[in-house]
């Protein structure tokens, strides 16, 4: 009985093994450079955000600096990373305009200030604070690619 325990187990790992390569061909092919590309927020402390043209965006440039988007107002300041994937923000400067998601906005903000690290899943990137996911961000496809 436990050589055919051992031998059943076996197939299980084996068939779950080859069922990941698709998706691990799919993360490769799907992953975007982080510096350069268009990020937009899709989930924020656990809450799925619907995303919105134009508003909730990053966008990590060469020269450690960032631009984006909230809801209402365009921010900018600096990034600094690294191989490990560390990634630190901040401070981030964010024009002066009042609307009604501006909560979500600081909300946002204060994920960026706070991210200490990072992971990529695919489209995906990860910020993460010591540990604990703070928001899920999708790259934006190019003008090209849609």
Partial sequence: MKTFAKITMAIAIALLATGCCPCRSYQKKTRRPLVGTTWQLVQLGGRSIRPQNGHFTLRLAAADELTGTGACNRLSGKYATDKKRTLEFGPIAATRMTCPDL????????????????????????????????????????????
Wanted: charged share 30%; proline share 9%.
């Fill in 103 to 146: 909560p979500q906005e600081e909300a946002f903000i204060r994920a960026l200030e706070t991210t200490t690290h990072y992971d990529m899943d695919g489209p995906m990137l990860l910020l993460l604070a010591d540990g604990e996911l703070r928001a899920v961000l999708q790259a934006v496809p190019e003008p090209d690619e849609k």
